[in-house]
């Protein structure tokens, strides 16, 4: 009975990865365990979903060098599992260890996708709006806990804009120490006020204590980074309510 259970598994599993596969645009590696039998299948049940992926280009150039996923015990739509594809009837919670090096941040930075979620920030200065429009935007991962970010950005205020540049190292809140920015330096341009600053540094601090971010039907909250030479490290619980069809290989 245990070996017709695992080919039920197995058979899932196989068109699971096949259908992920073709929705990715390159993939090195994929492995995908559904936990199932034929009989939770019937009643629209499953212990989990685990994957394992490697080298997994989602679209528009966005590239995860590692992945791994469990999920907890989920609710599926029977008639879909059966042909390989999960649809979920209830939110699934999981748990994620991604890996993304540093020259695939520095590429999805320039993506569409990634710069449409940049746009102009707007900020209240002592009662005037200010706003800063990103022009460029490196990472860079030289270890010991620390990330370097350079950019420019087009900056309005007082009914003027100019471009300055600016370079920053800072330490990514982790389960163990808040986060910190070691240093900030303008490269060009005059600068910007000690308001300025202070707003910034205010609205950081919001969004980092945000308890989750959403993205379409998926909540998301990063329980630790990990940051290496030329790689960073993510441990991220999610709440997937649907697979969000512009990360798919992110959920199970």
Known sequence: MADEHRLEEKFLSQEAEK??????????QIEIDVQTDLL??????????????????IQEGIRVQEIKLQTESIAI?????LFGQIEFN?????????????????????????RGQMQ??????D??????????????LPGDGKIECRGRILLKEMGNTRLFAYTAMLRPRT????????????????????????????????????????WE?????IKDIKVEIGSLTLLVETQVKQIPSSLTVLSP
């Open 120 to 125: 102009k920030l707007e900020l209240d200065v």
């Open 175 to 214: 389960s163990s120490q808040p986060a910190m920015l070691e240093s900030f330096n303008c490269t060009e341009g005059d600068g910007i006020s000690i308001e300025l600053v202070t707003a910034l540094m205010q609205k950081a601090k919001e969004l980092m204590n945000l308890p989750y971010f959403k």
């Open 90 to 114: 209830e939110p699934v919670n999981a748990i994620a260890r991604i890996i993304v090096t540093e020259v695939d941040i520095n590429h999805a930075l320039t993506s569409d996708l990634i």
């Open 127 to 140: 009662g005037e709006i200010v706003s800063f429009e990103p022009q460029k935007i490196q990472v860079f």
């Open 217 to 221: 039907d998926m909540a998301f909250s």
């Open 77 to 81: 739509n029977p008639l879909s599992a």
């Open 19 to 28: 259908r992920i596969s073709e929705k990715l645009d390159e993939v090195e």
């Open 40 to 57: 939770k299948i019937a009643q629209g049940q499953a212990d989990g979903v685990s994957v394992a992926g490697q080298g997994l280009v």
